[in-house]
C-alpha cells in the first residue's frame, strides 16, 4: 500500500493538471505571435497588416473571377485607398453581372 500511497502523491491533482493547463493558455493568449496583446504598436500594426492583407485578397479574388489581372502595387496602398477600390470593384462586376458578360 505504501507504493500506491507514494504513487498517488507524485502524480498532480486534476485541480492542478487544469490550473496549469489555464495559466498555460493565458501565457499563451499574451503572446503576440499567437494573436495577443504584444505592445499597442505591434498590436495596431498587426490589426491594420491584416485588415490589409484581407482586403487585397478579396480584389485579387474579384479580378480573378473577371479574368483580369489585379494592378501592380496594391500592397502599398493604405485601408481607406483599398476599402474604396474594393467597393469600385464591386460595382464594376455587379455591372458586368447584370450585362450578361
Same mark, same amino acid.
Given at each position: 500500500?505504501?507504493?500506491?500511497?507514494?504513487?498517488?502523491?507524485?502524480?498532480?491533482? +486534476?485541480?492542478?493538471?487544469?490550473?496549469?493547463?489555464?495559466?498555460?493558455?493565458?501565457?499563451?493568449?499574451k503572446?503576440?505571435? !499567437?494573436?495577443?496583446?504584444?505592445?499597442?504598436?505591434?498590436t495596431?500594426?498587426?490589426?491594420?497588416?491584416?485588415e490589409?492583407?484581407e482586403?487585397?485578397?478579396?480584389?485579387?479574388?474579384?479580378?480573378?473571377?473577371?479574368?483580369?489581372?489585379?494592378?501592380?502595387?496594391?500592397g502599398?496602398?493604405?485601408?481607406? !485607398?483599398?476599402?474604396?477600390?474594393?467597393?469600385? +470593384?464591386?460595382q464594376?462586376?455587379?455591372?458586368?453581372?447584370?450585362?450578361?458578360v
Open positions: 500500500m505504501a507504493a500506491d500511497e507514494s504513487l498517488g502523491e507524485s502524480e498532480p491533482s +486534476l485541480e492542478a493538471k487544469r490550473n496549469a493547463a489555464a495559466a498555460a493558455a493565458e501565457r499563451r493568449s503572446d503576440f505571435r !499567437q494573436g495577443g496583446a504584444g505592445t499597442d504598436d505591434k495596431k500594426n498587426m490589426v491594420i497588416r491584416r490589409k492583407d482586403l487585397i485578397g478579396k480584389i485579387h479574388a474579384i479580378y480573378g473571377s473577371l479574368g483580369e489581372d489585379a494592378p501592380i502595387g496594391l502599398s496602398c493604405d485601408i481607406e !485607398q483599398l476599402h474604396a477600390h474594393l467597393a469600385k +470593384l464591386k464594376k462586376k455587379d455591372i458586368r453581372r447584370k450585362n450578361g
